[in-house]
């Protein structure tokens, strides 16, 4: 991939790279820092890189070219961590991935490998149960809506039994986080009740994280969901198909009430997405009632927090409630989860074609 910038672009990035520098500097040193030099540079070899003797932090250009925004940030947390390490703990008799390093990146929930995007390791547990719900999804795929039906209450059931079971055995699961979705300038409603369904019903947490985009010089926001390994498959799945299955359900609702325009395509997909949500909400009423209950992990909210120290919580106004709305409402309540997939391949925790 081409990894050259225009001057101008380049200025642009860097500038971001400072701004996102101060703001973690701010929300998890506490201001311990001072700004070092902050450099784009073509290696490969290195994605970040702390140099003490000139006090610079190298962020490597086709990182933030071919990554995603998520990923640069950690590499640049993990570069902090090396600066306060040496100029705060004065650990410069240890190796640069030593005691005083680990020990900080411990604390503040920052990826501590030496190499590679940051994130979790896999997990050959979290693949098996993936893959058991992929074949009740596929069962879903049944022309008889009985039957689709109950595969997909079946894969419901069996990933909250899959989540209460690791609460009770206290197993200790890697979290980790992922983007969902192509960053965005404007988050519409139906991303948002997208998002409310993903955090309330699939065993994750969600919230909108700023991003940039470094190739157009524009900053936007993207879904950025916490959880294990399994649970950020089958969120990552779930926000594909249900975007995918949204999308179609316009066009056939445009086709078949002859509407020439996308006015009122917005209003409908909230709609898509708050009749889904309602149907959800009935099949965990029917888990409550046979003792299925959950409560949020302990343990990822405590992963959570450590990304995200200070969270707002900010209220939007939903689209107006108009035919349009009604009809997308109806259609999402017949939604029926399925497996659009030929395979039950699992790759970088998505769901996909064998």
């Known amino acids: 991939m081409e990894t050259e910038l225009t001057a101008a672009l380049e200025r642009a990035l860097v500038r971001q790279l400072r701004g996102v520098w101060w703001q973690v500097n701010q929300s998890y040193f506490k201001e311990a820092l001072k700004p070092p030099t902050i450099e784009l540079v073509t290696s490969r070899a290195h994605l970040g890189r702390w140099v003490r003797d000139t006090r610079t932090i190298e962020i490597s250009r086709p990182l933030v070219l071919e990554q995603p925004w998520g990923s640069v940030t950690e590499v640049?947390?993990?570069e902090m961590a090396h600066q306060y390490a040496h100029e705060v703990?004065?650990?410069?008799?240890?190796?640069?991935?030593?005691?005083?390093?680990?020990?900080?990146?411990?604390?503040l929930g920052i990826d501590a490998r030496a190499a590679g995007v940051p994130g979790a390791p896999r997990d050959e547990a979290s693949d098996r149960i993936v893959e058991r719900i992929a074949k009740l999804l596929a069962l879903a795929e049944s022309s008889n809506q009985h039957e689709a039906e109950a595969a997909m209450a079946a894969a419901q059931k069996l990933m909250l039994k899959h989540n209460l079971e690791a609460r009770a055995h206290e197993a200790t699961r890697n979290y980790r986080f992922e983007h969902l979705g192509k960053p965005t300038g404007r988050v519409t409603e139906s991303e948002r009740i997208l998002a409310m369904i993903?955090?309330?019903?699939?065993?994750?947490?969600?919230?909108?994280?700023?991003?940039y985009r470094a190739a157009e010089g524009k900053r936007g926001s993207v879904l950025e969901v916490c959880g294990a390994d399994s649970n950020l498959a089958i969120a990552s799945y779930v926000h594909g198909f249900?975007?995918?299955?949204?999308?179609?359900?316009?066009?056939?609702?445009?086709?078949?009430?002859?509407?020439?325009?996308?006015?009122?395509?917005?209003?409908?997909?909230?709609?898509?997405?708050?009749g889904f949500a309602e149907r959800l909400a009935r099949q965990s009423a029917v888990h409550r009632d046979e003792g299925l209950v959950w409560v949020k992990d302990g343990d990822l909210g405590k992963y959570y927090r450590l990304r995200h120290p200070y969270v707002r919580n900010v209220r939007h106004s939903g689209t107006?409630?108009?035919?349009?709305?009604?009809?997308?409402?109806?259609?999402?309540?017949?939604?029926?989860?399925?497996?659009a997939v030929e395979a039950a391949a699992v790759t970088r925790g998505r769901l996909l074609k064998g």
């Open 89 to 107: 703990l004065d650990a410069v008799d240890e190796t640069s991935h030593g005691p005083a390093f680990r020990g900080v990146c411990g604390r």
């Open 320 to 339: 107006r409630r108009t035919e349009a709305y009604a009809h997308g409402r109806e259609a999402g309540r017949q939604i029926v989860l399925r497996r």
């Open 242 to 274: 249900l975007t995918d299955t949204a999308d179609r359900l316009w066009r056939d609702h445009r086709r078949s009430h002859a509407i020439a325009s996308n006015r009122d395509r917005r209003t409908y997909l909230a709609g898509v997405m708050t």
């Open 198 to 211: 993903l955090g309330k019903f699939f065993f994750v947490e969600v919230i909108w994280v700023p991003v």
């Open 76 to 78: 640049l947390k993990h």
